[in-house]
């Protein structure tokens, strides 16, 4: 045992992180998604959040910085961000409450939620007068299915589809979103007693398969049709999602 992991489950885990780092590579986001839809499998779910909620901020500096559009993506996300800071406490004290296979359900609805909109294609349109609104609710919810599951993707994407912004000001935002929404649930694991000195050195360690993986899924990305990879990934995280509710009931 290494850091209060069996050591062929570490394995699995750099494995994991490896997969999902490659997924980022080649679609741009996804990683908790891969994380979150296999590491259940192999280490409790509880450690399984932590570590991907532990890695999201990191993997998405770059992106912000590349980006050069932080000033802007602060002015665009500014209600989500600050919706984000009571909902993640709260999400922190139903975390301490949850018993038994909450997780799984909680994390099986959230998957099977995110695929559906994905491969549906649904697009929500928010217009000038409703963007502080929907930007509070879409904090709200996200902070607190974030700390409940660490995938809060789905809810950052349909408030930025909504607005309209464009592929620069996306990858800035989302980046910026993922990176506070990142600091902001480990804090609430912190407080939950969830997040301890193993779980931050599996962390930090699992960083450089993942940042291997992202520079793979790069090179693949040149060479598949993106929309064949991504909806393939969609079709087996909505399996996945099934499996989780099943066995969360």
């Known amino acids: 045992m290494m850091f209060g992991v069996e050591i ?7 494995c994991i992180f490896y997969v999902a ?19 259940p499998f192999v280490i409790p779910v509880e450690l399984a959040i932590v570590l991907s909620a532990l890695v999201q901020p990191a993997t998405n500096i770059g992106q912000l910085i590349s980006t050069g559009g932080a000033k802007k993506a602060l002015q665009s996300t500014w209600p989500v961000l600050l919706a984000l800071v009571p909902s993640v406490a709260i999400g922190a004290w139903f975390l301490k409450e949850l018993e038994g ?8 609805l959230t998957l ?19 963007q502080n609104f929907a930007g509070s609710l879409t904090g709200l ?20 589809v909504g607005i309209g912004a464009d592929r620069k000001a996306f990858r800035a935002a989302i980046a910026l979103l993922f990176i506070v929404s990142g ?7 912190w407080f939950a007693g969830l997040l301890d000195q193993n779980s931050i050195i599996i962390g930090m360690l699992v960083l450089i398969p993942c940042f291997i993986g992202m ?10 049709p993106n929309d064949v990879f991504r909806k393939m990934i969609l079709y087996a995280l909505l399996v996945i999602g099934g499996v989780f509710i099943y066995r969360g009931l």
């Open 141 to 160: 919810v996200a902070g607190l299915v974030g700390v409940l599951t660490s995938i809060n993707g789905m809810f950052f994407i349909m408030y930025l």
């Open 215 to 224: 520079w793979s899924g790069n090179l693949i990305g040149n060479r598949i």
């Open 101 to 108: 296979n909450s997780h799984l359900f909680i994390l099986g």
């Open 112 to 130: 099977t939620g995110f695929s559906i909109y994905s491969i549906s294609g649904f697009a929500v349109v928010i217009s000038k007068n409703r």
């Open 183 to 189: 600091l902001l649930i480990n804090s609430g694991f």
């Open 21 to 39: 780092g490659c997924v980022k590579g080649v679609l741009g986001f996804g990683l908790p998604l891969i994380t979150m839809s296999l590491l």
């Open 8 to 14: 062929y489950a570490l394995a699995m885990v750099f």
